[in-house]
């Protein structure tokens, strides 16, 4: 059994986030992470994008998605290490770069690129439209709700399954040092396994540190207020 389950979308910029933080901590505690799937776009299925989101949302989800299929595929015939090495292979290409690099709508460059990168075949850059592969993404996303409840998005975090607790987050947007990273985690983790704990929130949040939207390493970005954890314009 892993230490952590982390459930990730490779669009999400949050979620890319907290999983470098992660990996700090799980290189400094010897930890087991296992990667698992939640789809932005199988979340908001029932959602119509034109009147809740800002524009070009649902192509973001979109893009995400069909990214899962080849981590689905990945994990059934590589194994699990192979997703933990493609993940951030997806999401660096996504976020560590300058703006507008990045194209949602052209998804084959980049994710051959990062298969390549990761030695993997490169026909699996074929999978991006298998939809046979959703059902399986649907239902690791329902696994993850159910042990948070329907009101959460990427990531989310289960810790030492499968009786520790789970929750949506932590949302950073800064990138902690590595001095930083395990006393943070310690608070977390303290916090979530508190029987009687239910809810840390606000809405505010600022741009995370990532090139990909305009904000440098040592920059901090501006604030926007995220209706309680989404970008939905409305309930």
Known sequence: MPDVRFWFDPVCPFAWMTSQWIRTVQAQRDYDVEWRFISLRLLNAHVDYDTHFPPDYEVG??????????????????????????????????????PGSYDATDLAPLVSSALASCDLPGDLVG???????????????????????????????HIAPPEGAAFFGPVISRLPSDEDA??????VVGLATFPGFAELKRSL?????????????????VQEDWHGGSRRQKK
């Open 127 to 157: 999978r991006l439209d298998d939809e046979t592969r959703d059902e399986q993404i649907r239902a690791e996303t329902d696994e993850a709700l159910a042990l948070t409840g329907k009101d959460v998005g990427t990531p989310i975090l």
């Open 182 to 187: 395990g006393r943070l985690w310690d608070h």
């Open 61 to 98: 989800h979109t893009a995400g998605l069909r990214m899962l299929r080849v981590c689905a595929v990945v994990r059934d015939e590589h194994g699990p290490e192979a997703v933990e090495r493609l993940y951030p292979a997806l999401s660096s290409r996504i976020f560590d770069v300058a």
């Open 205 to 221: 949040r600022e741009l995370p540190q990532l090139r990909a939207l305009g904000v440098e390493d040592d920059a901090v970005g």
